[in-house]
């Protein structure tokens, strides 16, 4: 049976910093929704109402876009190992662009100032409601460690390949909307 709590609790916390991987879920008002998987230790707890996570470029950029268009964000994490859970948080999402005050004080603060190859911003959550549910559904699977790929793909194309590849595939979503990673696009919708 699903519980709601207005914050994160001891106990949610000390389950998201078990798990290996999370789910994101953002949607504009149009258009198609997107979900992800996200791993490699890119999440942070920061208090009881914001987490962050260490965004790395991918073959596209929705989140971005859709946290420009519709603030919307719910991160999903599921037990996998142990005893089933699947934990939700719902809330205010948005991007803190590279390379800005912010990124780089919560890059030192949280990430001890490691960025990994790829690194292209990070998403901070405002947490308005948390959920948690039995996860019965869920199957068990064993941890067999990170996928060296996207690390490996990164470091190949080096800063100026990775600027060339996230304006061919980053700067806009599948429907076409901007997701603000450079300077030269266009502004975001007023509020």
Known sequence: MAKQFPHLEPEHREFIQRQRLFFTASAAA?????????????????????????????????????LRADRRLTLMFCAFEGPPRILRLYGQGRVIRHGSPEYTQLLAAEFNNEEPPGARQLVWLDIELVQTSCGYGVPLFEYGGERPTLTKWAEAKGPEGLETYRREKNARSIDGLPTGLFDDEDEPPSR
């Open 30 to 66: 149009t258009g198609r929704v997107n979900v992800s998987p996200k791993g490699l230790d890119a999440l942070r707890v920061l208090g009881e109402r914001a987490v962050v996570y260490l965004d790395r470029t991918g073959s596209g950029n929705e989140t971005a876009a859709h």
